[in-house]
């Protein structure tokens, strides 16, 4: 019974090692497709420029940059928010428990 048991599993790992030897050979192996190449190359230069804006967009021209703080003010008059404040941060809930009256207040 113990022997049946632990055959079953050697095969369920055995499988499962192959499928994801299957998946992962293609992400190890040096890409020989020149369009797979271009497209690892431009997801390269885009992380690189992602780390260089510090969480700006990429490659925005002042226009782009004009529009969507546009947006942004847009976005906060419609829901709210006042002048400047960042309409991308969560908001901050403040509880405030009620006063009870007293139960025997009245006797």
Not at 62 to 70: F, G, H, R, S
């Amino acid at each position: 019974m113990l022997t049946n048991q632990i055959i079953s599993v050697a095969r369920n790992m055995g499988l499962q090692a192959r499928r994801n030897y299957g998946v992962s050979a293609v992400l190890l192996s040096k890409a020989t497709d020149p369009i797979q190449q271009l497209f690892v190359t431009k997801l390269r230069d885009y992380a690189q420029k992602s780390k260089s804006a510090g969480g700006k967009l990429v490659d925005a021209s002042p226009e782009i940059e004009k529009e969507l703080k546009t947006e942004m003010d847009k976005l906060a008059k419609q829901y709210g928010g006042a002048k400047g404040e960042d309409m991308t941060a969560f908001p901050a809930f403040k509880f405030e428990d009620p006063t009870v009256d007293p139960i025997n207040a009245h006797a």
